[in-house]
């Protein structure tokens, strides 16, 4: 956690709206999300993309602040607060770009870390993909490099509920849709060329995330 100083500091510093009024509104956000840095960095660029005050990211806060997202665990009240976060963010980009969302939830099926671009092929699909995980990037809901992708843990964990409740229908959508992608990905011949080889490496700790995969021709030992 950050102190309240150092999170207005954050939010301030990524929004670039520092006036006196302004800083005790951000001090107000801040306290609401519990100075986590996670969801102080998803605030600011969320109040960033859409171009809303303060004032008006607090009333959207408010209007989370359901029953259903109350815990007493401090776990699961860090849990809610990014569960509060993506209610907001995630209805305003399935606005623009409903396919980021869905892309999201794929991305929730893989281990958080270093989930490599290349899965999602070099064809006109790619660019779409691209485009999707830009806007993303964009709201601070993945952490892009050119070669990888990372989705933070919280984040994964509130990817398949709305107001405190998991959704089965788009969970197991994206997971066949992960499994998909992880099949078209899989190295035919890994051990035929060092490119190969390093594809399947790259790919272990996401099929490992992923327990019901099933791929004969996977050894890990031999990977790596």
């Known amino acids: 956690m950050l102190t309240s100083e150092a999170a207005v500091a954050l939010l301030t510093g990524v929004t670039r709206r520092d006036s006196d009024d302004e800083r005790d509104l951000a001090r107000q956000i801040a306290e609401q999300l519990g100075y986590l840095p ?27 602040a359901a029953a259903a997202y109350e815990a007493k665990a401090h776990d699961d009240k860090i849990q809610a607060t990014v569960a509060r976060l993506w209610d907001i963010t995630m209805q305003t980009i399935h606005d623009h770009a409903p396919h980021a ?3 999201l939830r794929v991305l929730a099926c ?19 993909v691209d485009e999707w995980l830009g806007v993303l990037a964009s709201y601070s809901m993945i952490t892009l490099t050119v070669d990888t992708i990372s989705v933070h843990r919280l984040v994964q964990a509130v990817s398949f509920t709305t107001n405190g409740s998991t959704q089965n229908e788009p969970y197991a959508t994206a997971r066949e849709s992960a499994l998909a992608w992880l099949q078209r990905a899989f190295p035919e011949e890994w051990w035929s060329s060092a490119q190969d080889r390093s594809m399947l490496r790259a790919l272990i700790p996401h099929i490992e995330a992923y327990p019901k995969l099933s791929l004969k021709k996977y050894s890990p030992t031999a990977a790596r």
Do not use: K, N
Request: no cysteine.
């Open 110 to 128: 893989f281990a958080p870390d270093d989930i490599p671009r290349a899965l999602f092929g070099d064809d006109e699909l790619t660019i779409q």
């Open 38 to 64: 996670l969801a102080l960095d998803q605030a600011a660029a969320y109040i960033t993309q859409t171009h809303i005050s303060y004032a008006r990211y607090l009333d959207l806060l408010h209007h989370r």
């Open 101 to 103: 969302v869905e892309l």
